[in-house]
Nanobody, 124 residues
Framework: QVQLVESGGGLVQAGGSLRLSCAAS????????IGWYRQAPGKQRELVAA???????NYVDSLKGRFTISRDNAKNTVYLQMNSLKPEDTAVYYC??????????????????WGQGTQVTVSS
């Protein structure tokens, strides 16, 4: 089992920045990638960024240049730096862990462990 705990959400004005953290514990040796999903009210959950065990990041095209994902292996923590935030970025953000051998990005990405989510609200 893998446990994931997100932190760093909050309320920010448009144009501001937030950094989300995802701390992993448990059977982390079984993890290939950590991804960040978001779900806005009335919308489907979407995978916005992920980083694999080799440190290779991937982003949904619409967020490239504004969001940056990184990892600190010593702390078993993955970060999502979000800059130039817009009201449409308002959502609950979840981190999730992908098992080794599974597709870790794109529409076929498969994630097996989930955090509890953290709310990000961007005011206009």
């Amino acid at each position: 089992q893998v446990q994931l705990v997100e932190s760093g959400g909050g309320l920010v004005q448009a144009g501001g920045s937030l950094r989300l953290s995802c701390a992993a514990s448990g059977s982390i040796f079984s993890i290939n990638a950590i991804g960040w999903y978001r779900q806005a009210p009335g919308k489907q959950r979407e995978l916005v960024a992920a980083i694999n065990s080799a440190g290779i990041p991937n982003y949904v095209d619409s967020l490239k240049g504004r969001f940056t994902i990184s990892r600190d292996n010593a702390k078993n923590t993955v970060y999502l730096q979000m800059n130039s935030l817009k009201p449409e970025d308002t959502a609950v953000y979840y981190c999730a862990a992908n098992k080794a051998g599974s597709i870790w990005f794109g529409p076929l990405g498969k994630y097996d462990y989930w955090g509890q989510g953290t709310q990000v609200t961007v005011s206009s």
